[in-house]
């Protein structure tokens, strides 16, 4: 598993959310009531990244000098914080996709021009590719679903599985959005 720890790189979902900014907005009337003041990028440093860490971290084993350690959650409290981040992963998916969002907070550029794209060609591209952003929301939804499930059945392999789930859903986004000219 690859995992990319800058927000930049991590905001694909940027992309998407720059695509409605240009395509739609919540005055179309697809989504009333509904306001995107905050970029993608924002949403996923915020919120994204911290949610899938948590249940990235929940379940492991470290070598250290002093013999293996096993992290894993133990107490009803352990298992209410991983069932709240697996919520959080699975509704902030539907933020992504609101109407009218920008990749990134406006002026800003990006802070790897080799790796990946500027905002503005992240919301191009998501304009040109809208069906596969939604595709890529849903399908981190439906990953942040099989987490949630795993928290609820106390299954600890199976949080480690769907960890590795989570990883290839936001991967696959930020290699179509967000680097996509990055060789693999």
């Not at 379940?59 to 894993?72: D, F, R, Y």
């Not at 952003?133 to 987490?147: D, G, I, S, Y």
Request: with cysteine; charged share 20%.
């Amino acid at each position: 598993m690859r995992r990319i720890a800058h927000g930049w790189l991590l905001a694909p979902a940027c992309a998407a959310a720059a695509f409605w900014s240009v395509s739609g907005s919540a005055a179309d009337g697809d989504t009333p009531g509904l306001s995107a003041d905050i970029s993608v990028a924002e949403i996923m440093e915020s919120v994204v990244m911290p949610a899938a860490q948590m249940l990235w971290d929940a379940v492991g084993v470290n070598v250290t000098a002093q013999g293996l350690i096993e992290t894993k959650p133990e107490t009803d409290d352990d298992w209410a914080k991983l069932r709240g981040a697996a919520i959080t992963l699975a509704e902030i998916t539907n933020a992504l996709v609101v109407p009218g969002r920008h990749a990134a907070p406006l002026g800003t550029e990006s802070e790897n021009p080799d790796v990946e794209l500027q905002p503005a060609e992240i919301e191009a591209l998501i304009m040109q590719q809208h069906p596969s952003w939604v595709a890529h929301a849903t399908a981190l939804h439906a990953t942040a679903m099989q987490a949630l499930a795993a928290v609820d059945a106390r299954d600890t392999d199976k949080i480690t599985e769907v960890g590795g789930a989570i990883d290839e859903a936001c991967e696959g986004c930020h290699l179509q959005f967000w680097y996509p000219n990055q060789e693999q």
